[in-house]
T-cell receptor, first 110, second 115 residues
Framework: GDSVTQMEGPVTLSEEAFLTINCTYT??????LFWYVQYPGEGLQLLLK?????DKGSNKGFEATYRKETTSFHLEKGSVQVSDSAVYFC?????????FGAGTTVTVRA | DAGVIQSPRHEVTEMGQEVTLRCKPI?????LFWYRQTMMRGLELLIY????????DSGMPEDRFSAKMPNASFSTLKIQPSEPRDSAVYFC?????????????FGPGTRLTVT
């Protein structure tokens, strides 16, 4: 079945550091790929998405490129802020169902 | 739009009691999903409705769990009787369509504690 593997956290960074969270997937067909973010005490918010190979999703300084050859969708941000502290989930959707990774907790220190 | 609305936000109940969680999807969305989030198992899909009809309930843990969607603007998830291992955050999400490119919008969740 479909599955997502993302790097384990927690990740602790200083403000303005570069952030990368690795995500790889296993799926049949051509899934869409997503990154969701969950701030403390809140629900999940869509951060960005890509629906086909080589698409780049971007939002709020975050980027991820759909790499079919490596089955990856790594999340990057060039300069993180304290407000980026959250849990980040990689997910794929092959049909109706979202399959999530385990989540990566990111803490950014001033 | 107000987004996906869930109630209550927090629920504390005793083992054996019935618990009902409620969800109002975004107007015009035809797909609704119930998820459960725990530290041990992460985010799991419990059940999926399309046009008010349950399509996939394979994630419902056992017969104590039931879900209904009587109309396009309301869904419930019921646990009867509740057990301490049901303690989790329950999310409702809706989507404009069921296809893979359509994003799911999540509600704020209901944090359930069963003592």
């Amino acid at each position: 079945g479909d599955s997502v593997t993302q790097m384990e956290g927690p990740v602790t960074l200083s403000e303005e550091a570069f952030l990368t969270i690795n995500c790889t997937y296993t799926a049949t067909g051509y899934p869409s790929l997503f990154w969701y973010v969950q701030y403390p005490g809140e629900g999940l918010q869509l951060l960005l998405k890509a629906t086909k190979a080589d698409d780049k999703g971007s939002n709020k300084g975050f980027e991820a490129t759909y790499r079919k050859e490596t089955t990856s969708f790594h999340l990057e941000k060039g300069s993180v802020q304290v407000s980026d502290s959250a849990v980040y989930f990689c997910a794929l959707r092959g049909d109706y169902k979202l399959s999530f990774g385990a989540g990566t907790t990111v803490t950014v220190r001033a | 739009d107000a987004g996906v609305i869930q109630s209550p936000r927090h629920e504390v109940t005793e083992m054996g009691q019935e618990v009902t969680l409620r969800c109002k999807p975004i107007s015009g969305h035809n797909s609704l999903f119930w998820y459960r989030q725990t530290m041990m198992r992460g985010l799991e899909l419990l059940i999926y409705f399309n046009n008010n009809v349950p399509i996939d309930d394979s994630g419902m843990p056992e017969d104590r769990f039931s879900a209904k969607m009587p109309n396009a603007s309301f869904s419930t998830l019921k646990i009867q009787p509740s057990e301490p291992r049901d303690s989790a955050v329950y999310f409702c999400a809706s989507s404009l369509e069921a296809g893979p490119s359509y994003e799911q919008y999540f509600g704020p969740g209901t944090r359930l504690t069963v003592t």
